[in-house]
């Protein structure tokens, strides 16, 4: 057995198929399909269910498998603690953010990044917050920014900074004359909320259910996008975070943003990554840079919105 012949295996897991595995890895069809024979030789259990048009791995493949990528991902971490040993802040980090804060807070961040490590090549990856945990967990990325709480044992969690919400109404509502509000004053209001999966829209019931508030019924966005559009549309109200009103996000003149008195309700994000990592003190030289925020970017106060009319991006 070799790093090779698991790293095929672990190619078919990902792609189900024999072809796209085979590409993915760089090498012909026939060739990874003769080193996970091998594989399957060497260990006298069937990994692979093979069907015309279907491949699905075996209970003792997919066993194998996890435990493959657990082993891949110690190798890289080996070769990572090397490299940073070698030059600290050079390398790969493979970075994962999730959909209701990646274009947002990436637009403040990502120049101060390359000016605080120029040597450094930052890939991005942006997924929901469970397969960005997967991924984590299997060694595919090296960190996250994510939104607490996280209860997984093997994580190291840096906190990063708290994101207030703000409300988002359309014209005419009857709270869009207002500066200001309570939570109070959401009782019994329906809010436009995201689809299932979204961290957001669990963050948005938790507001609802301090305030009274509900979600309105026959609709779930699948984007914060879809949502701003819609409240533009006069749908209804919802819940937006603040780095998604600030520039470079246009404003519209169809959406009222009204802020909460006092401590407002917010999201706390954090930057986290495996304990077991060798990049632990890099990556905590890394989440100092994302929690350096231009001033005032993080207030609860909505921007000063253009006097043009102008839709969301």
């Known amino acids: 057995m070799n790093l090779r012949d698991l790293r095929y295996l672990v190619a078919l897991a990902d792609h189900l198929h024999f072809g796209r595995a085979a590409e993915a890895s760089h090498v012909s069809q026939p060739t990874l399909s003769t080193q996970i024979r091998k594989l399957e030789d060497e260990l006298g259990v ?151 999966g979204h961290c957001l829209r669990d963050q948005a019931l938790e507001v609802c259910a301090l305030a009274g508030a509900g979600e309105q019924e026959g609709f779930r966005a699948t984007s914060l996008e879809t949502l701003r559009q819609m409240v533009a549309a006069g749908v209804g109200a919802t819940l937006l975070p603040a780095l998604a009103v600030q520039p470079p996000v246009a404003p519209s003149e169809a959406i009222h943003l009204v802020r909460f008195r006092g401590e407002p309700p917010s999201r706390q994000l954090a930057m986290v990554w495996r304990r077991s990592s060798a990049s632990g003190d890099f990556l905590r030289k890394l989440a100092a840079v994302l929690r350096d925020l231009p001033p005032g970017l993080l207030a609860s106060t909505p921007p000063i919105v253009a006097e043009s009319s102008g839709g969301t991006p």
């Open 46 to 196: 069937s990994l692979v269910e093979r069907a015309p048009r279907q491949v699905m791995l075996t209970a003792a493949g997919e066993d194998i498998a996890r435990r493959a990528r657990r082993v891949l991902a110690e190798v890289e971490q080996m070769r990572e603690t090397a490299r940073r040993t070698a030059d600290p802040e050079a390398g790969t980090i493979r970075l994962g953010l999730f959909p209701t804060l990646a274009p947002y807070l990436l637009p403040h961040v990502v120049g101060k990044l390359r000016l605080r490590f120029p040597r450094l090549q930052l890939l991005l990856v942006e997924e929901k917050t469970e397969p960005l945990l997967q991924q984590l967990r299997e060694g595919r990325l090296d960190a996250a920014v994510l939104a607490l709480p996280l209860h997984e044992d093997w994580l190291e969690i840096e906190p990063l900074f708290a994101e207030p919400f703000l409300l988002a109404v359309p014209q005419g509502h009857p709270l869009a004359d207002r500066d200001d509000l309570s939570l109070h004053d959401l009782d019994d209001q329906p809010l436009l909320l995201l689809e299932e």
